[in-house]
């Protein structure tokens, strides 16, 4: 499928980024390809994440602006690549880059994971405005750019909007707000050389209930299958959030991201397009132990992408 954030697009747009920096793009590695396109340029210590959605532009600028803070304040976070004036526009498109992280094993884990968001959380607050937690309003920019969407799927979307987004105001005023990561889970955090584990991807912090970013793993497990991992996450952090009186509310809240982070991307991948149609099926039919598919199981993944001057993948 073919759209305005295509592979062959976003490769496109690595070339011409890669030559603004004066590096190589050749043997560049494609990590993700959902909202983002993340490339990895190993041999210049680069990864450069490219925004696939214009609504989503914003978002570039203020994930280097938290790059910057969280170096200054040696947060358990990557950082941003030196001597890069960012954001980086480059032909239409908005991209920030950052410092390639070799892999270093071990790899890490869900406890990893609940002892850097306990860090994370008791940060001071940001130097910086941060949107508060708003993933109602985040879905309906995304519907925004979506290109071949059915009306029948805009209108329950759009529904669904707006019966959750006052539950959702609620909960952000009955609890202190802190910073929150917004996506986190195990695929968003790296170990560097020196053993220490650090989270990545920052488009979706903000400031709200820090619940939210404990969510992510036990919805996770209830969608995706595993065993333990949230009772795991649950033991590292202290805390089990499926115990909370705002559960209910901030799982409905995780399920409309998952859902609508596929909306903008849905004419350009056929599996994508069906994985929406599955996830979007099993919430009309209040079906909560139906299984979905990662989106990043859908996408090529940690494959090198062929960027020869007459091929473009």
Known sequence: MTGRFSEAVMTEALRNIAAALGVSPEAAQLLQLTNNAVFALPRSGLVI?????????????????????????????????????????????????????????????????GHVL??????????IAL?????????????????????????????????????????????????????????????EPSGRPVMCDFDATCIGPWQVDLAAVAVGEARFGGTG??????????????SDQSWTVLREARELKMIAAAVPLISNSASVAEEFINRLQSVRNDDPAARWTPFANLSPSHQEVRLSANRHT
Request: glycine share 6%; hydrophobic share 40%.
């Open 49 to 113: 994440r490219i925004a696939r959605t214009h609504q989503l532009r914003s978002r570039v600028t203020k994930v280097v602006q938290l790059g910057r803070w969280f170096a200054r304040i040696d947060a358990p976070t990557i950082r941003l690549a030196p001597d890069v004036n960012q954001p980086v526009r480059v032909g239409g498109v908005v991209a920030s880059v950052w410092s390639y992280v070799k892999p270093t094993p071990p790899a890490p884990t869900v406890e990893d994971l």
């Open 118 to 127: 306990r860090e994370f959380h008791a940060l001071d607050a940001a130097s």
């Open 131 to 191: 949107p508060a937690w708003d993933p109602v309003g985040d879905a309906r920019r995304r519907l925004v750019d979506a290109e071949g969407l059915d009306a029948n799927d805009r209108d329950f979307l759009v529904k669904w909007c707006d019966r959750l987004e006052p539950q959702l105001v609620a909960l952000n005023h009955q609890e202190e707000p802190k910073l929150v990561h917004g996506d986190a889970h195990v695929g968003n955090l790296l170990r």
């Open 229 to 242: 991992l949230h009772e795991r996450l649950a033991n590292a952090y202290g805390y089990d959030v499926t």
